[in-house]
């Protein structure tokens, strides 16, 4: 059985930062992508930022430049470095694990980000 745990949410200040952490537990195939939704009240949850096994990155152009996703594969943990943060990224966030081998997708049960102005 395939778990998420997020942590790091939290209340701050336009303009601060917060880093987001997403740990694993079971089994998981090697080939993944591990990843970062957002959804703010009265929206779609949307796709902030994702990171292939391999390394290769995906950000939402809303934050680019902004935030930084990275990944311990030996961990299997995810983290979401959040810079220049605006009112705007309030959210809640929630890490996502996809096998693309077997096109399962697990979520994690979300962490509330709330910037202030």
């Known amino acids: 059985q395939v778990q998420l745990v997020e942590s790091g949410g939290g209340l701050v200040q336009a303009g601060g930062s917060l880093r987001l952490s997403c740990a694993a537990s079971g089994s998981i195939f090697s080939i993944n992508v591990m990843g970062w939704y957002r959804q703010a009240p009265g929206k779609q949850r949307e796709l902030v930022a994702d990171?292939?096994?391999?390394?290769?990155?995906n950000y939402a152009d809303s934050v680019k430049g902004r935030f930084t996703i990275s990944r311990d594969n030996a961990k299997k943990t995810v983290y979401l470095q959040m810079n220049s943060l605006k009112p705007e990224d309030t959210a809640v966030y929630y890490c996502?694990?996809?096998?693309?081998?077997?096109?399962?997708?697990?979520w994690g049960q979300g962490t509330q980000v709330t910037v202030s102005s």
């Open positions: 990171m292939t096994n391999g390394g290769r990155t």
């Open positions: 996502k694990l996809r096998i693309p081998a077997s096109g399962y997708d697990y």
